[in-house]
Nanobody, 123 residues
Framework: VQLQASGGGLVQAGGSLRLSCAAS????????IGWFRQAPGGEREGVSY???????YYADSVKGRFTISRDNAKNTVYLQMNSLKPEDTAVYYC??????????????????WGQGTQVTVSS
């Protein structure tokens, strides 16, 4: 079971990036996929989550700017990040699990994790 996160990079404030989370050895459609981020010295925080049934959830800090989606045929989940801010700078991780909707942001609810991709937003 493997998750591969990609798409990070350096972007100016106001710019956009699209992260991808590709799953192998299992069907990502059987799981919910969450995106988390961790800034230097900070705790890992939930950013967004998409259930196997396509319901979506977002942290208040990214609502209206980030969009999560999934392509089950490609076994891939995407995080489109627009209007990026310097405070979005972090390592972004994707994870697979079946958390309750009320607990999607809890990292302990996930079984599998990707390796992380760095997002840096300059001011």
């Amino acid at each position: 079971v493997q998750l591969q996160a990609s798409g990070g990079g350096l972007v100016q404030a106001g710019g956009s990036l699209r992260l991808s989370c590709a799953a192998s050895a299992f069907r990502s459609g059987d799981y919910g996929i969450g995106w988390f981020r961790q800034a230097p010295g900070g705790e890992r925080e939930g950013v967004s989550y998409i259930r196997s049934g396509h319901s979506t959830y977002y942290a208040d800090s990214v609502k209206g700017r980030f969009t999560i989606s999934r392509d089950n045929a490609k076994n891939t989940v995407y995080l489109q990040m627009n209007s990026l801010k310097p405070e979005d700078t972090a390592v972004y991780y994707c994870a697979a699990g079946r958390p309750m909707a009320s607990a999607w942001f809890m990292s302990s609810m996930y079984y599998y994790w990707g390796q992380g991709t760095q997002v840096t937003v300059s001011s």
